[in-house]
């Protein structure tokens, strides 16, 4: 409980920041629209090229296996990094207009759009790492046990919170990606450890809020599904998917402002406008650092 009241806290406060440019909140949702309407045709590609192998003669089993071809795994790969730079773009937009907002500045989203176009060439790099790490991953998990994909699931998330900051340090500072990359790596290791999951803050937020969809939404398909209530049955499906879309665009909006808030204070040892240095020192306790809510009676 005190782990999802520090995590309310921070989502309030990055809300507060971000409620001072409502129109930055488009972002996320032109990036997801404009990523899918991108990728789309290279993961339909990717599927067509599935192939299945039939099970080998004299084997205990008849089931047959299935995979992508060379070319699949190519348009695949054309699909990760397009979603990837795609992505990452538009969190240039956001993670510069908040930092123009946490220093007293103005941004509009003409000005965020114009600030991710001026380092469209530095971001490249980038997103080329990111989309070899998710092929490299998805690729290993394919072909991995149930504990192979366990072990490759923390992987992943071992290297979104290394890479937490990465972004940020790239367009802020216009420093190379292998520069970057240590330096967030360094204030990983000298902030968090083993603090960071009861510091999730924007993701514990936004699970709960897709839980309340969900609890919500439920109901109807349940009881549509079962009577052959179709009208029901549409809407609770209709309903459940327009709030994923809006929690989730949300949720990249807030994200993007928290990250920029703790890069302030990580790198540049600066506080933001809409957050108190208490909030941010707290989802940055350093590794081996005990509170008071962690410390049992």
Known sequence: MNSF????????????VLREDKELIVLPAISAIASLVIVAPFFG??????TTTPAASGSTTTASSSGLSIGGWIALFVA?????????????????????????GSPTLKSAISGAWSNAGRILPWA???????????????RAGFIGKIV????????????LLVLPILVIEHVSVKEAFTRSGSAFKRTWGENVVGNAGIGLVTLVAMLVGI?????????GASSDLWPLLGLGIALLVIWVILVSVFSAALSGVFRTALYRYAMLGESSSGFTDEQI????????????????T
């Open 128 to 142: 080329l790492i990111s989309a070899t790490v998710s092929i490299v991953l998805k690729a290993v998990q394919e």
């Open 80 to 104: 990760y990094l397009l979603a990837a730079y795609m992505t990452i773009f538009f969190q240039t937009a956001l993670i510069l207009a908040a930092n123009d907002r946490m220093s007293g």
């Open 215 to 223: 609890a919500v939404t439920a109901p109807m398909i349940a009881i």
């Open 5 to 16: 009241s520090r995590s309310w806290t921070l989502a309030k406060a990055s809300w507060g």
């Open 45 to 50: 590609i990717a599927a067509l090229t599935i």
């Open 152 to 163: 490759v699931g923390l992987v992943g998330m071992a290297w979104t919170l290394v890479t």
């Open 281 to 296: 020192a707290g989802a940055f306790r350093p590794k081996g650092t005990r509170t008071r809510d962690t410390v049992g």
